[in-house]
Every structure is written in C-alpha cells, then in structure tokens.
C-alpha cells in the first residue's frame, strides 16, 4: 500500500487528508498548527515534525498551501521535502499557485530524482467533505498513474492537462468562471430584489434554464439564510485572481470582465469581508446598490 504524506491541513487539506485516511492508506501530516494534527492523529494518522520527515517516510507527498511563496518554502527550503528526497519520491501540490512556480518546484525537484505534480483542486468545502473534488494535474503522465488511487479517494474528475504548470492554468481559467458567477449570482438577485421582485423566485426560474451553473445551485439557500460563511474564503480568491491577472500580464491576455471583478473581491478584503464565504461578494454589490439582500 502506497504511503501518503499531506502537509497543510486548512479547510481543504485536512478533509482531503481525512478521506485518504479512510481509504486505507497510511497517511503522515505536518502542519503548523498542531490542532489539525491531532485530530488526524486520533483517527489513525502518524504525525511528523517538518516536510523533510513527511518526504523520507511516505512514496508521496501532498502539499495544500495557502500562496505560492509558502510553497516554495516547503517544497524547496530548509526543512523542506527536497531534503527529504529519495528513490521513487513523488511531490503533489494541492494548492492554488502561480504556473511559473508549479514549473520552478519541477525543475528543482527532478534535480534530486523528485517527480511533481501541480494538482490544483474545485469543489470547495463541501468537495474536499465528500471526496468529490476536480483535480486538474500538469506534470508526467506516469507521476499521475502512479498516484491515481489516492487522487480518486478525494476527486471525482481528475483530468491531465499537461507538462508542469498546466494544471495551475487551468485553476486560474476556472477561478476566472467562478468569480464572475460569484459576481452575476450577486448583481441579479439584488437587481431582482430592487426592482420589487422575489430573489428566490428568480433564481428558482432562471437556474432551470441557460444560467443554470453550480453557483445558482448551492450558494442562493446560504445567502438567503443570512449565511455568508465560507466555504472557500473571500481572500483566497482574490489572491486566485491575482495569480490570473499576473499571469494574464505576461502572457499579453486582455481579461477586462475578470480586472472588475478582481477589484470587486479585493474591495471585499479591504472592507473586512475577506474571511467570508466568496459568495460574500454580494455585500459589496448591496453597497453599491444600497439595497441589503433580504434574508
């Protein structure tokens, strides 16, 4: 049975590192806080005390970080997995990172015999919950066949896109979706509401026919209940907008529906909203309109 390391047990990691537990593989978890751990502990989990020792005792090792640097520094710096590298070793990043260091960890990890796999995850809380999540995945077709068995005891739709970098093109391409259905379910309900008509009837109609998209799905009962919680928090996608946006930039893409609503998501941190749900965003939108949602 493959030996599985997972470092980084926040509102994804830790359920991700729970179903892999349930699938019977033997799981190893770092994570700075101590919380986490312990509770993963208490469910059959060994603990380690730094990346470097989650690398030497598993045949791979996932990481679910919050930004590119924090990656870095774990794949790469002191006390990181390369230190812990060995024959067969497999490094997957579970996290929302820009391509460009998706494609740096490669190289510097196939230095030492490491193969990587950028392994961007959707699905949010309620994903990662249900072991449902889509994985996108750049890096070798081999790595990813080798590790298939625990990808699809927290995915539901792993798809390979490419050479190193290419699955964290594709997280930003769906992040680019998600915020503008985050955007257009908050603008229409308020324009709904404003103009003195039932949210609710609205989306109940309108998400039966060509708008109908997971956010009509799951997020209006949240909403409408006063729940503005994450899920997957406010901050984290502006952050995921500033890797598309960055990206966009040097690459030459004009992306200016995605710049607004870029603005829109840091206006939300700016303003204390950051730790709520990304759907949230309607807050910014009620502002705008000085028209509060009705609950």
């Known amino acids: 049975m493959m030996k599985v390391g997972y470092i980084g047990?926040?509102?994804?990691?830790?359920?991700?590192?729970?179903?892999?537990?349930k699938a019977g593989f033997p799981v190893v978890v770092h994570n700075r806080s101590k919380a986490a751990v312990e509770e993963l502990v208490s469910e059959g989990a060994s603990a380690a005390n730094s990346p470097a020792e989650v690398a030497r005792l598993v045949d791979v090792v996932f990481t679910n970080l919050p930004d590119s640097p924090d990656v870095l520094k774990v794949a790469l710096g002191p006390g990181g997995v390369i230190e812990g590298a060995h024959e067969g070793l497999i490094f997957v990043d579970n996290s929302t990172i820009k391509p460009d260091t998706a494609r740096e960890i490669a190289i510097k990890l196939a230095e030492v015999?490491?193969?990587?796999?950028?392994?961007?995850?959707s699905g949010g809380d309620i994903g990662a919950r249900n072991g449902t999540l889509t994985i996108m995945v750049g890096g070798s077709k081999e790595a990813l066949d080798t590790v298939m068995p625990v990808f699809q005891a927290v995915g539901k739709t792993i798809t390979h896109i490419g050479e190193p970098g290419a699955g964290q093109v594709a997280k930003a391409a769906n992040q680019i979706m998600v915020a503008a259905q985050m955007v257009a379910m908050g603008e229409l309900m308020i324009f709904s509401q404003k103009c003195g008509v039932d949210p609710r009837k609205v989306v109940e109609a309108i998400k039966a026919g060509a708008a109908q998209c997971w956010t009509l799905d799951v997020k209006p009962p949240r909403l409408f209940e006063g729940n503005r919680a994450p899920g997957f928090k406010a901050r984290m996608q502006n952050k995921d907008l500033g890797i598309v946006m960055e990206t966009a930039r040097r690459y030459g893409v004009p992306l200016p529906t995605t710049a607004v609503n870029s603005q829109l998501f840091q206006a939300m941190v700016q303003s204390g909203m950051g730790e709520m749900d990304n759907s949230a965003v309607i807050g910014i939108i009620e502002e705008l309109a000085g028209e509060k949602l009705k609950a």
């Open 9 to 21: 047990l926040g509102l994804m990691g830790k359920s991700m590192a729970r179903n892999i537990l």
């Open 113 to 121: 015999g490491v193969q990587s796999l950028d392994a961007p995850v």
